[in-house]
């Protein structure tokens, strides 16, 4: 089976395809087909973004005649509790200023100094991945995957990307990023969601 990822981000596709080792399954990056899909994100959910992303990329596919291929695609972001549920959708632009792009360290640094004042035990939070499968036919696969934990008062580690540096799972007292990428992907949003929908 050959799938289409409706991303760039490369640390995305490797979790990917780590996920579906052994499975008779083919990852493509839109770059790997040369492909531009870039729609703006403006649903008010992680399903109806990841279905905007996936839509625009087999939008794009068949324009340029490719066949064969399902598209998937996911949107993921960090619900922090004291926040009401936010950064959410809007984890990955949390710390842009007047459209101007930030980097993962903007992201962390912003949402640190907003749980400045909040305690440990008040500091829960959630990833949640929904991804979303489009078969060649028009069939349709969604699939919901979360990891729970608190937000830590300083990154740590080097490994991972996003908030994983400053994210502590549930049951353990090390981040994300402290993991290795194959103790990452057991346990991860986004390797949850892939699993059940490749499955």
């Known amino acids: 089976m ?80 004291a926040l009401e549920g936010g950064p959410g959708v809007y984890s990955a632009r949390y710390a842009e200023v007047n459209g101007k792009p930030c980097t993962y360290k903007d992201n962390n640094k912003k949402l640190l100094k907003a749980l400045k004042k909040i305690p440990m035990p008040e500091r829960t939070a959630h990833f949640e991945t929904v991804a979303v499968l489009i078969n060649e036919d028009g069939t349709r696969t969604e699939a919901v995957g979360q990891l729970f934990g608190t937000i830590g008062k300083h990154e740590r580690g080097h490994n991972g990307f996003g908030y994983d540096p400053i994210f502590i799972p549930e049951g353990t007292a090390i981040t994300l990023a402290e993991l290795s990428a194959e103790e990452k992907d057991e346990i991860s949003h986004r390797g949850q969601a892939f699993r059940k929908l490749f499955a």
């Open 2 to 81: 050959k799938v289409l990822l409706a991303t760039n981000n490369q640390n995305k596709a490797r979790e990917i395809r780590n996920i579906v080792a052994g499975k008779d399954i083919e990852i493509f990056t839109l770059s790997d087909l040369n492909l531009a899909s870039d729609p703006e994100e403006t649903g008010q959910t992680f399903a109806e973004n990841a279905t905007i992303k996936a839509e625009a990329a087999l939008a794009e596919m068949k324009e340029k005649g490719f066949a064969g291929y399902a598209v998937a695609a996911d949107d993921s972001g960090l619900c922090v509790d």
